[in-house]
C-alpha cells in the first residue's frame, strides 16, 4: 500500500436542518415593587414641639402613593399585606440623637440609626417584614434615649425643609 495523498478541496456547505422544538416556558421571576408611598413634614409647621423618647415623628402630609399602604394618624402607617417592605426615612434634628423603625408597638433593633454631631440629618433604610394583615408602621426617637429632639425648621436655607418616610411593598 502506498502513502496516503494530500486531502482534497472541501466541498459547498449543506442545507440547514430543520429548526427543534420549542423549550418549556421558564419559571415566573420575582415581581418588583407592586405598592409605594411618601409621607412627609414641613418644618416648619408640622413638627412644632419636640419628639421626646418613645415618641414618633409625625409625618402629616402626603406624597406619592401607589397601592394600598395608608396613613392612620400623623405619626402611624399601615402595612396591608403580609410580606416584605423596604423603608426608608430622612429626618433633620437639631441634637445628636436615633430614630428607630417601630412594628405594632415593638422597636426594631436592627433599624436604629443616628448620628453623633448637631444639625444634620437622620437618615436611613430597613427591610421589615410582617406577619400579620393591617400592621401599624411608625418611626420614633427610641425609648430610653435621655434627648427629646427638635426637627429642625428651615434646615440650610430659608424654605422649610422636608422630612419623610417612604415605604415600598416587596414582591
Do not use: C, K, W
Amino acid at each position: 500500500m502506498g502513502a496516503t495523498g494530500p486531502a482534497g478541496v472541501s466541498g459547498p456547505a449543506g442545507v440547514a436542518g430543520a429548526g427543534g422544538p420549542a423549550g418549556a416556558v421558564g419559571a415566573t421571576g420575582p415581581a418588583g415593587v407592586s405598592e409605594f408611598t411618601e409621607f412627609y413634614a414641613v418644618m416648619p409647621p408640622d413638627n412644632t414641639a419636640t419628639v421626646a423618647p418613645a415618641t414618633a415623628v409625625r409625618f402629616p402630609n402626603d406624597g406619592p402613593t401607589s397601592g394600598q399602604i395608608t396613613r392612620l394618624s400623623a405619626s402611624t402607617f399601615e402595612l396591608p399585606a403580609v410580606g416584605t417592605y423596604n423603608v426608608s426615612f430622612s429626618v433633620a434634628v437639631d441634637e445628636p440623637g436615633q430614630l428607630v423603625l417601630v412594628l405594632n408597638g415593638v422597636e426594631l433593633p436592627y433599624t436604629v440609626y443616628g448620628r453623633a454631631a448637631n444639625a444634620s440629618e437622620i437618615t436611613g433604610t430597613a427591610l421589615v417584614q410582617t406577619s400579620a394583615v393591617d400592621a401599624v408602621l411608625s418611626l420614633h426617637n427610641p425609648a430610653g434615649e435621655p434627648t427629646a429632639l427638635t426637627i429642625t425648621p428651615l434646615a440650610g436655607g430659608t424654605d422649610p425643609a422636608v422630612a419623610s418616610i417612604t415605604i415600598e411593598r416587596l414582591g
